[in-house]
């Protein structure tokens, strides 16, 4: 059974730092793109960030990018997002989300249960 | 244009059939994926690729394109249906995914 575990979420201040990360099993996990999508309250689905199943492409929502930074480690099954100068709009519940493919595509077929993540002064 | 646009809301008797409908100019290009999220639940992929279903998931969900537009359509609603319904798709530069506005789905 897959199973992805989110952690790493909590309430920061703003311009604060905080890692994310993703356990990952059930699945061979560097034979597959792997992404984190939130939902902030009272708003829709957003894509994050993506990275294939060898890192070797990897994209970011515009309004993260050159803030977060996605990673994956293959050898421990695990999945982070490092977020830097963290803004009250990144409040939000983030999920870690498996793709179908080991390029990225936009096929999630297995989420986590999400870690949530409350930037606040 | 990398948005992808849903109804905010739509509502179907119980039993009946209901499309949910998705627009976006990646569409042209890309297939939509299709998610079910319920209140405290994450969200499930209920079609892809147009109109495959993951192991699971009824076949009274179905999808289909055409043009700009993504659709799921929901043969038969049932009560547990009921839920926001989210697209997806690559953006027009494929390096991305979006996702739609979502569209609140109350079966009657």
């Known amino acids: 059974e897959v199973q992805l575990v989110e952690s790493g979420g909590g309430l920061v201040q703003p311009g604060r730092s905080l890692r994310l990360s993703c356990a990952a099993s059930?699945?061979?996990?560097?034979?597959?793109?792997m992404h984190w999508v939130r939902q902030a309250p009272g708003k829709g689905l957003e894509w994050v960030a993506g990275?294939?199943?060898?890192?070797?492409?990897?994209g970011y929502v515009d309004s993260v990018k050159g803030r977060f930074t996605i990673s994956r480690d293959n050898a421990k099954n695990f999945l982070y997002l490092q977020m830097n100068s963290l803004r009250p709009e990144d409040t939000a519940l983030y999920y870690c989300a498996k793709d179908r493919v080991r390029p990225l595509d936009n096929v999630f077929e297995a989420w986590g249960q999400g870690t949530t993540v409350i930037v606040s002064s | 244009s990398s948005e992808l646009t849903q109804d905010p809301a739509v509502s179907v008797a119980l039993g009946q059939t209901v499309r949910i409908t998705c627009q976006g100019d990646?569409?042209?290009?890309?297939?939509a994926g299709w998610y079910q999220r319920k209140p405290g639940q994450a969200p499930i992929l209920v079609i892809y690729?147009?109109?495959n279903r993951p192991s699971g998931i009824p076949d009274r969900f179905s999808g289909s394109n055409s043009g700009n537009t993504a659709s799921l359509t929901i043969t038969g609603a049932q009560a547990e249906d009921e839920a926001d319904y989210y697209c997806n798709s690559r953006d027009s530069s494929g390096n991305h995914v979006v996702f739609g506005g979502g569209t609140k789905l109350t079966v009657l």
């Open positions: 690729t147009s109109n």
């Open positions: 990275i294939s199943w060898n890192s070797g492409s990897i």
């Open positions: 059930g699945f061979t996990f560097d034979d597959y793109a």
């Open positions: 990646s569409l042209r290009n890309y297939y």
